[in-house]
C-alpha cells in the first residue's frame, strides 16, 4: 500500500530532522578529554594548596614562639634560637629597588626604541630574536656576568649594588619583551590620532602610547621583579652572605660594603642546616618569601586592573 | 569646459578649468598631484594621479575597493610615511610646495592638514584632554585660552549641547556619532586649513551620518575639505567635486593598480559622466 500522502511525508520529514539533531549517544571523547582537563587543573591546584599548608604547618612553632622576634634578627645559621629572616627582607627590599631603578627604565626604553623608532630594519627583528634568547638564559650565567663584570672588571666588590646589576641584567630581557607586547597592542588609531594633530613621534609616545599601555609595561615588570626576588644562584655568585649576618643597627646603605643577603639565600643557608628547629625556620622563611613574591603579584593585578582602559 | 581622462590615453589628464556645474567660484588650488604613484614595497597600490583640489570646496573620492583612494588621500598629509615600504612617486604639492620635498617637515605638514579616520579613534583620555591636545602642543598653555578653543571647537562641531556638562568625562563614554564628531573637534582644534576624511561615517548609523553631512556643510566655508567614501550618495549629497578610482590590471606588473578614471564637478559624474566607467560605476552596473 503506498503510503506517501503528503501528511506522512511531512511526518517522516519532521522526524528525520528530529532524528538529526538527536544527540547519538554519549560523547564519550568529549566526557574523556574534559576530565583530563580537570585533572590537570586540580593537581595544579593541590601542588599550590599543600605546599602553602606544608609551609604554613611547619613554621607554626616558630610563629607562636618567637614570631616578631624572628622577623626581626638576622642571619644566624649557627643558633636556631637566634636565626631570623631581617638582613634578607632588607636585602631582597635592596635588590628590588636596584632592579626598579636600572632595569626598568632601561628595558622600556629598549622596548619603546624597538617597537615605535626601529620599524622592520633587518637590526631591528635580530634584535627581537636574541632578546627572547637572552630571556631563555639560566640565571647562573647571569651569577657569573655579575662577578666577572661587575665585581672585578669593573670594582663595585661583592656588595647588593653588584647583586642588584647581576639581578637587572637577569630580568631586562624579559622586561623588553613584556613591554614590547604591551605596547604592540595599542591600537594604531591611538598613534594615528595623535600624529594627525600635529604631534611629534616623540610627543605621540610620550602622551598616548605609553600610558596607554602602562597597565601591560607594569604587569610585566612587576611580575619579573617577582622573578628576580627568588632568585638565588647570582647573589650566591656575587657574594651574598650564607652564614652569619647580624643586623643590629645596620642600615639599608651598610649593604653597600658588602656584608648583604637576601631571601633566597637566607633559605638556602638555613635548608643545609641539621636539625628539627632548623627545619621550622626553614619553613617560615620560605613562608616569608612567598608572601613577599604574592604581595608583589597582587599588587602587579591590582595595577593592571586599575589603570585598565578601553578603547 | 572640464575636460576629463580619454579612457584609453595612458595618463589621466585633469584640466579642471572654468566653473563648472554647480562647482563654486575658483578659488586657489590647495594641492596639486602630478603623476602620483605610492607604492607599498614592489606593489604599485595607485598609479599616474592627476588632482587639483580647490579651496573651500568639498571634494569626495569615490571607486571599488582598492582602487587606491584612501591611499590617495594619505598623501595629502604624509600619513603613509606611517607604513613601512610606502614610498611616493610624483609630485604633491600644497600651495605649490612640494609636500614630500626634503625639507618638509611631516609633523608641520600635519598641523596645517588635519585628519578624521575611519574609525572613531578619540584617545582614551577626559573630552577636554582630546580637544587641548593639539592645541597644547603649538605652545598653548593658558586655562583660558585653552578653553575657549575647547568650547570654539566643540560648538564647530555641533557637540557642545550634548557634552558641555561633562567635558572631564571620557571620552570612550560618547556614542560612535558622537566621538567621530569629537574626532573632527579635535581636528578643527588646531586650526588646519584642510580635513581629510577617510570615511568617516561608515561605522555610523544614518542619524550620526547625517549630522556629520551637516557638519560638513557648516563647516566648508572655512576649510577645505577631502573625503573618501564607499557611499555614491553621499558624495553626490556633500560634495562639490568627485574623483572617480577604479583598479586595472598593470600590465607591467599583472597586478591590479588603482587609477583615476574621472575628476569632475559632482553634478556632471552623476549626471553625465565622461567616462563609460564612471557612469557604469555610479548607476550600480559595477564594483
Redesign the interface.
Known amino acids: 500500500m503506498a503510503l506517501t500522502t503528503p501528511a506522512s511525508t511531512g511526518g517522516r520529514a519532521a522526524r528525520s530532522i528530529t532524528d538529526g539533531l538527536t544527540k547519538r549517544g554519549s560523547d564519550l571523547r568529549g566526557k574523556l578529554i574534559e576530565g583530563v582537563l580537570v585533572t590537570a587543573l586540580a593537581a595544579t591546584l593541590l601542588i599550590l594548596f599543600v605546599l602553602i599548608v606544608d609551609l604554613v604547618q611547619r613554621s607554626w612553632p616558630v610563629w607562636t614562639d618567637r614570631g616578631g622576634d624572628f622577623l626581626s634578627s638576622g642571619l644566624n645559621s649557627a643558633s636556631a634560637a637566634s636565626a631570623g629572616v631581617w638582613s634578607g627582607i632588607k636585602g631582597t627590599i635592596t635588590l628590588g629597588l636596584i632592579v626598579c631603578v636600572i632595569a626598568f627604565p632601561l628595558g622600556i626604553a629598549c622596548a619603546v626604541y624597538l617597537e615605535e623608532y626601529a620599524?622592520?630594519t633587518r637590526f631591528a627583528r635580530l634584535t627581537r630574536i636574541n632578546v627572547r634568547n637572552l630571556a631563555g638564559v639560566p640565571s647562573i650565567v647571569y651569577g657569573l656576568l655579575g662577578l666577572g663584570i661587575f665585581v672585578n672588571t669593573l670594582g663595585i666588590g661583592r656588595n647588593v649594588l653588584a647583586a642588584g646589576l647581576a639581578l637587572s641584567a637577569l630580568v631586562l630581557p624579559i622586561v623588553v619583551i613584556t613591554a614590547s607586547e604591551a605596547l604592540r597592542a595599542v591600537?594604531?588609531?591611538?598613534?594615528?590620532?595623535?600624529?594627525?594633530?600635529?604631534?611629534?613621534q616623540w610627543?605621540t609616545v610620550r602622551?598616548?602610547v605609553l600610558?596607554?599601555a602602562a597597565p601591560g609595561i607594569l604587569t610585566g615588570t612587576v611580575l619579573s621583579l617577582a622573578r628576580a626576588a627568588g632568585e638565588a644562584a647570582p647573589i650566591l655568585l656575587v657574594g651574598a652572605a650564607t652564614g652569619l649576618l647580624r643586623t643590629g643597627d645596620q642600615g639599608f646603605l651598610d649593604q653597600l660594603g658588602g656584608a648583604f643577603t637576601a631571601m633566597p639565600v637566607v633559605i638556602f643557608s638555613y635548608a643545609r642546616q641539621t636539625g628539627e628547629q632548623f627545619r621550622e625556620i626553614t619553613a617560615a622563611a620560605s613562608l616569608v618569601l612567598l608572601v613577599l613574591v604574592l604581595a608583589m603579584n597582587t599588587f602587579a593585578i591590582w595595577l593592571r586592573n586599575r589603570y585598565d582602559?578601553?578603547? | 569646459m572640464s575636460s576629463v581622462s580619454d579612457t584609453s590615453a595612458a595618463p589621466v589628464e585633469i584640466a579642471v578649468a572654468e566653473n563648472a556645474g554647480q562647482a563654486q567660484a575658483n578659488g586657489p588650488n590647495v594641492f596639486e598631484t602630478r603623476d602620483l604613484a605610492v607604492f607599498y614595497d614592489d606593489f604599485r597600490a595607485v598609479r599616474e594621479v592627476n588632482l587639483d583640489i580647490r579651496q573651500h570646496e568639498i571634494t569626495a573620492f569615490i571607486g571599488p575597493s582598492g582602487c587606491g583612494k584612501s591611499t590617495v588621500l594619505r598623501c595629502f598629509d604624509r600619513m603613509n610615511d606611517l607604513i613601512d615600504g610606502a614610498r611616493v612617486e610624483g609630485t604633491v604639492s600644497y600651495h605649490g610646495v612640494d609636500l614630500y620635498g626634503p625639507d618638509v617637515d611631516a609633523v608641520e605638514v600635519r598641523r596645517r592638514i588635519g585628519m578624521v579616520f575611519q574609525k572613531p579613534n578619540p584617545f582614551p583620555k577626559s573630552i577636554y584632554d582630546n580637544l587641548a591636545f593639539g592645541p597644547r602642543l603649538n605652545g598653548i598653555k593658558k586655562k583660558a585660552q585653552l578653553d575657549e578653543i575647547v568650547e570654539q571647537s566643540l560648538h564647530r562641531a555641533a557637540l557642545w549641547d550634548e557634552v558641555k556638562s561633562r567635558l572631564k568625562a571620557s571620552a570612550m563614554g560618547l556614542s560612535g556619532g558622537q566621538q567621530q564628531r569629537l574626532c573632527i573637534a579635535r581636528c578643527i582644534a588646531v586650526k588646519p586649513e584642510v580635513i581629510l576624511m577617510d570615511e568617516p561615517c561608515s561605522a555610523l548609523d544614518p542619524i550620526a551620518t547625517s549630522r556629520i553631512e551637516e557638519l560638513m556643510q557648516e563647516i566648508k566655508t572655512d576649510y577645505t575639505i577631502i573625503i573618501v567614501t564607499h557611499n555614491m550618495q553621499q558624495a553626490a549629497r556633500v560634495s562639490d567635486r568627485t574623483a572617480f578610482f577604479t583598479t586595472e590590471v598593470n600590465p607591467e606588473s599583472d597586478r591590479r593598480t588603482g587609477r583615476l578614471v574621472e575628476y569632475n564637478p559632482t553634478s556632471k559624474i552623476f549626471s553625465n559622466p565622461d567616462d563609460e566607467r564612471t557612469e557604469q560605476y555610479v548607476t550600480g552596473r559595477f564594483g
Open positions: 620599524g622592520r591600537p594604531v588609531a591611538i598613534r594615528e590620532g595623535a600624529l594627525g594633530v600635529g604631534a611629534t610627543e602622551s598616548h600610558p596607554a582602559r578601553k578603547w
